[in-house]
């Protein structure tokens, strides 16, 4: 900082500036009319005239003490993902240490430095114009003199048009080389949400800096699991089909391989998560002899705002021997072929309520539902008491995927329905309302008969009258069958002897046949709310809680997951890395997403002058590749001049001060204007006095 005295001229009236103009127009009045009359000694008279109205002014020499006020320079430093690959971040230390070295040694300058990074959180990428907004938030625009970028060129908030720093330059720094070379894999378009089991569509594209019209092999995954593998060309737009497995997020991770002398790999995947959601589900409700558990089935499905039901009644008894064509009976006429042969894919589940075999649909349409389940169906058998076995559910072609063989013995008893061990792990019954805290009482009323069965093969997940299978659930082909040997459900949603959850199991019980993803017996799932991963396990069999987390970058940690209830383990993980997750146990791979799954920072990793060099002119600046060029020097400039050149960028000069003292001297001491004053008088008069 320096001082330097400033001389200045300056009047300090001794009367108030207004009475100081009446005098000076009185003067000049006086001095106009002497001129033109004539008078003799005038000109000493104005003479003296004037010395007296300039005593009057008191003009003095003020002698200012300013004290130069420095220069500020703004030190961006770019510390985003891009810029720190291929040793760019130790390019940057390096320019780093030196700018600040050669700013430190500089005369009437100050700097400040300020490091700015990506936000894994967000898709923003670099926002260094934001932060440089902020970094000047408490520097006056008078006292800036440049602004130093030290970046790879990647930002993704230059400010287009007016420059709010006019005048103040802009220095760009860049790390890297030029003619860097990449490939990258862009997401053009993708559906944010789609139905279950229909096809949807992504739009990729593919740049490769070394061979723009190559042929790349791409790899589509899904839950850790490759779906497709295709050759795609470079530099157009192309359409990857996929389809929507599941309800929820469905993460799709699209990868291509590793190009020739490029970059980095980062840019080279890129993820997709679309929600599933499940379209309106159909159900097909077929009942045989009316009981008063028929109007439970169907006001419980038709108050399911995600089910659309179909219900037909076959009211006419096997016993009955009439003359009247079957379908003559029905208010309309059973549309049989339209329902299971025309028409059957579209339902979702089937549900026979105390169905008994009838000529009305015979064996022809009972195959058609055995393939509808094998191909990934559901048939739900609710059964009451029947005369014979030979028309129940089990002597159709139905019986074969049946996971019992239906016994013709009627149990008539009062019984509490109960867990059994695989009930008190599957969720379909685990945790139902009513259940103690150990799963072993509960409040539940009783059911006063039950149907006897032999079991084959299946689940059974609740016992009834004599430990006998109250409630079995299995697998077939792609689909499922659940059966429920009692009718006596009703006693619950009337609430005999205190009711029971019948609402909540029978909504479990159809979910869990049409695929409910939560419902899942034998499960991997997770959730991601922020940094926090939190993974639940379900599994029928004692099972090792012990999963595999496979982090970005491919690191692998074993994780434990804790026991909560039969079942069902937990567990929250806190995570860094914002990217792509793989959590597996010993029988499923599942994916999640953590943060910015497609950043910008990653859309482009090449060192480039691109995205400033528009800007960077425009305020007399400079843009350079350190690799090239060197670090320059730095020269302090009036802001007239040119502000950068080879290997020096100049730093504005606003030659700001402040004023640290005042010294003040009369130009004319006082005797000398008395002195003066006598003689111009004493002239005056002597001219006259001739």
Do not use: C
Request: aromatic share 6%; glycine share 8%; net charge negative.
């Amino acid at each position: 900082m320096n001082h330097n005295p400033e001389l200045l001229i300056r009047f300090f009236p001794l009367m108030p500036n207004w009475l100081m103009i009446a005098l000076i127009a009185l003067a000049a009045i006086l001095s106009i009319y002497a001129i033109v009359k004539g008078a003799r000694g005038w000109i000493w008279r104005v003479s003296a005239l004037t010395l007296f109205l300039l005593m009057l002014a008191n003009p003095s020499l003020v002698e200012e003490i300013r004290e130069t006020k420095p220069d500020t320079v703004l030190v961006v430093v770019d510390q985003s993902t891009s810029n720190q690959i291929n040793n760019r971040d130790a390019e940057t230390e390096k320019i780093r240490r030196e700018i600040e070295n050669k700013l430190g040694e500089a005369e009437n300058i100050n700097y400040r430095v300020i490091t700015v990074a990506d936000n894994p959180e967000d898709q923003g990428g670099t926002m260094l114009f934001g932060a440089i907004a902020r970094g000047l938030s408490d520097i006056p625009k008078t006292h800036l003199g440049a602004v130093v970028l030290i970046t790879d060129g990647q930002i993704h908030d230059v400010p287009v048009g007016q420059n709010e720093l006019n005048g103040v330059p802009f220095h760009a720094l860049l790390t890297g080389s030029p003619g860097e070379h990449d490939r990258r894999l862009k997401i053009i378009r993708s559906p944010g949400f789609g139905i279950v089991g229909q096809p949807q569509k992504i739009t990729v594209h593919i740049e490769d800096d070394l061979n723009a019209e190559s042929t790349v092999m791409l790899s589509l995954r899904s839950d850790g699991d490759v779906v497709q593998n295709q050759a795609i060309p470079a530099g157009r737009d192309v359409e990857i089909p996929l389809t929507i497995n599941h309800a929820g997020p469905n993460i799709f991770e699209l990868s291509i391989p590793k190009g020739a002398s490029e970059l980095s790999d980062e840019n080279n995947h890129a993820v997709v998560t679309v929600n599933g959601v499940r379209d309106r589900l159909r159900v097909l409700l077929i009942s045989g002899d009316p009981h008063p558990g028929t109007r439970v089935w169907r006001n419980f499905l038709k108050s399911d705002p995600s089910v659309d039901l179909v219900h037909f009644t076959i009211l006419r008894p096997p016993e009955k021997q009439d003359s009247i064509p079957t379908e003559e009976l029905s208010l309309i006429a059973f549309p049989t072929k339209e329902l299971f042969e025309d028409k059957l894919y579209d339902f979702n589940l089937i549900i026979f309520d105390r169905y008994r075999r009838l000529s009305v649909l015979p064996n022809e349409y009972m195959l058609n539902i055995v393939e509808f389940v094998e191909k990934g169906g559901a048939v739900l058998d609710a059964e009451g008491p029947v005369p014979d076995v030979s028309l129940s559910l089990f002597d159709t072609p139905v019986g074969t995927i049946l996971p019992t063989a239906t016994a013709q013995k009627t149990i008539d008893a009062e019984f509490v329905p109960t867990l059994t061990g695989d009930g008190l792990r599957h969720p379909v019954t685990s945790g139902l309302p009513g259940l103690s805290k150990d799963n072993k009482t509960s409040k539940w009323g009783p059911w006063l008969r039950q149907m006897d069965a032999q079991i084959r093969r299946g689940t059974v997940i609740m016992d009834g009258a004599g430990n006998r299978p109250l409630l079995v659930l299995d697998r077939v082909g792609q689909g499922r069958v659940a059966q429920l040997f009692s009718d006596q459900i009703w006693l619950w949603a009337r609430g005999y002897a205190g009711g029971g959850p019948h609402s909540e199991l029978l909504r479990r019980l159809s979910h869990w046949l049409m695929k409910e993803p939560q419902l899942e017996e034998n499960d991997l799932s997770a959730e991601v709310q922020g940094h926090t991963i939190s993974i639940t396990q379900r599994s029928l069999m004692q099972s090792d809680n012990n999963i595999v987390l496979t982090k970005p970058g491919n690191e692998t940690e074993q994780v434990t997951l804790t026991e909560e209830s039969p079942g069902l383990a937990r567990t929250k993980i806190n995570v860094t890395k914002t990217g792509v997750y793989r959590i597996a146990n010993n029988k499923q791979t599942i994916m999640v997403g953590v943060g910015g799954l497609n950043p910008l920072e990653y859309s482009d990793l090449r060192s480039s002058k691109d995205k400033l060099n528009n800007f960077v002119e425009s305020t007399n600046g400079s843009i350079r590749w350190i690799s090239e060029d060197g670090i320059p020097d730095i020269r302090h400039l009036e802001g007239n001049r040119s502000l950068s050149g080879h290997r020096w960028i100049g730093v504005k000069k606003n030659n700001n001060y402040s004023i640290t003292g005042i010294k003040q001297t009369a130009v004319i001491p006082p005797l000398a204007y008395l002195l003066l004053g006598s003689i111009l008088l004493l002239l005056a008069w002597r001219k006259e006095g001739k």
